[in-house]
């Protein structure tokens, strides 16, 4: 048995006992084996199956987490590679609770070369989902350098081992920041890209366009850029979710901790921009949506060769900050003290997506409300008072 794994795993098998393969048995990709104890009585499974591996850079964070899910249910394979520099132990042990086992995991800061390498060497990756990188916009106003540094540095490591160990198809997790304060709404993927309004915003442009020249240059690798809108909310489980280190930045774990009593009140920035309530708006979108896309746009570019295609990810609506807070004390039955302030460097005033590219090419839409990701949150956050 232990020479038929081996040479299965050589030919790029993965095997894995019967009782991991809890929430993704329904997978037509897997082919069963049944194993004898010494006693000749049926003992275990085992389930084999040729499925691409992905490294998911930043796989445990908030969005790269609940992607890992998502690549599992539909037949990938996810390793993941983590810094720990803004994710925590505890979506670990949330990822283990919902899978029923622990997803394969290394501790390493993308920007440091030699680490990184020695895991494309042992992993051989068939695809990359490139999510590590800093991402608040008033942090990345302060430390523009850290902001350049890291998320430049981390993408071109990635370019120079895809090459070096031929792996074919990268998702990059980009951002609706590139847009800058479009023109006209909803913004497509042809919108012009105007300056952006912070480095965060920049590092994300520069990024896309390292990437365009990329591609040009090797036309074997393949290349989606995904334009996330604002990702909220949480795993239904309530197992796994957002959990940022120290005051969060963003509209949502600020209102659920709020909400929470670990934060005093909720500041909404600016009531004076020029939109309906004067506050700004957003097209917020749940995350278990978001990572759902990853997986069509590894589909996508199967299909797809020497390509480098950018794609909005939204619901397709904006909602101001008012609606949003309104929206979670109604459907939580729980009350946020929120306050007005002063505008917040670096924001702009309103956007959201134009999502019919996504739907006619990669065949994905939205299938959760603002609603249902304000739930999902509020179940999160408990779960993490418990
Ligand atoms: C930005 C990017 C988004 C990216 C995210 C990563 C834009 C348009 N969007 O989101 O693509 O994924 O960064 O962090 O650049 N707000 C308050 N009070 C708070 C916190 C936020 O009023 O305590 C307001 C902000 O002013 C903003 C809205 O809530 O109008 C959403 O803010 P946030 O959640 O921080 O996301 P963005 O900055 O829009």
Not at 77 to 91: A, G, H, K, L, Y
Not at 208 to 223: H, M, Q, S, V, W
Not at 340 to 350: L, T
Request: proline fraction near 5%.
């Amino acid at each position: 048995m232990a020479e038929f794994i081996s040479i299965f795993s050589q030919l790029g098998y993965v095997l894995v006992p019967m009782h991991c393969l809890k929430g993704y048995t329904s997978s037509k990709k897997f082919l069963f084996f049944p194993i004898q104890s010494n006693h000749g009585c049926l003992k275990s499974y085992l389930y084999i199956a040729r499925m691409k591996k992905v490294l998911v850079t930043g796989g445990a964070g908030y969005i790269g987490s609940h992607t890992v899910i998502e690549l599992l249910n539909s037949g990938f394979i996810p390793v993941i590679v983590d810094d720990f520099s803004n994710s925590d132990e505890r979506i670990l042990s949330g990822l283990e609770e919902i899978l029923g086992f622990s997803p394969v995991l290394y501790r390493c800061d993308c920007t440091q070369m030699e680490e990184f390498r020695k895991i494309f060497q042992s992993e051989l990756p068939d695809a990359v989902i490139h999510f590590a990188a800093f991402k608040a916009v008033g942090e990345s106003t302060e430390q523009p350098v850290r902001y350049y540094r890291n998320n430049i540095d981390s993408l071109l490591n990635v370019l120079e081992l895809m090459q070096e160990f031929n792996t074919r198809d990268l998702v990059f997790s980009s951002s609706c920041t590139v847009y800058g304060q479009p023109d006209e709404l909803p913004v497509r993927e042809t919108s012009p890209q105007k300056t952006a309004t912070s480095p965060y915003g920049y590092s994300k442009q520069v990024c896309e366009r390292i990437l365009e020249d990329f591609c040009f240059a090797n036309k074997n690798i393949r290349c989606a850029l995904l334009r996330y809108f604002n990702p909220i909310g949480a795993h239904p489980s309530g197992l796994i979710g957002e959990l940022p280190y120290g005051t969060p930045n963003n509209l949502v774990p600020f209102i659920t901790q709020t909400a929470a009593g670990i934060r005093e009140k909720l500041t909404i920035y600016g009531n004076d921009y020029s939109t309906p309530d004067g506050t700004c708006i957003r097209d917020y979108i749940h995350v278990c949506d978001l990572a759902n896309a990853h997986v069509k746009a590894l589909e996508w570019l199967d299909s797809h060769p020497q390509t480098c295609e950018a794609f909005n990810l939204g619901q397709g609506r904006g909602n101001s900050v008012k609606e949003v807070v309104d929206t979670f004390v109604k459907i939580n039955q729980t009350p946020v003290q929120a306050v007005m302030g002063p505008r917040r460097p670096g924001d702009v005033e309103q956007v959201w997506a134009d999502v019919s590219k996504a739907l006619e090419e990669l065949n994905w839409k939205t299938t959760r409300t603002l609603e249902d990701a304000l739930k999902d949150a509020w179940r999160w956050e408990k779960h993490l008072a418990q």
